[in-house]
């Protein structure tokens, strides 16, 4: 295959780096999931210009989509594992706040206001 030009170089790592930003995620992960040491944009250009000699920007792009893939599976897991064990650790703030404070809104304006009658009264 030929060489990613400077100008296909450049666009893909702004492309990459939105990319990055708009799922949260940053270049250390990435660099996690293309197997390479480094974080630094250089070394991840290095990597997509290997992956651009063994099948063009096809190449790039199918790792990339695997990529995001495991990454919402990943989520999509963390989530279910989240709500698998969230139910009993959460308190019913309804039932909470009646217990705590039996007053409605009504009756608290009134408690304040009678409050302030009686304050400035005095």
Known sequence: MSKLSHQEEKELIALVK??????????????????IKSSRTSEISQKFKRLYQKGGIFNIVKNLIKIEQNWLNNIQAKSQEINETQPNDQIDLNSTFTEVNPYNQLDLIDSVVNQINKDTSE
């Open 18 to 35: 939105n990319w990055l930003k708009a799922h949260g995620f940053t270049q250390k992960d990435l660099a996690n999931e293309l197997n």
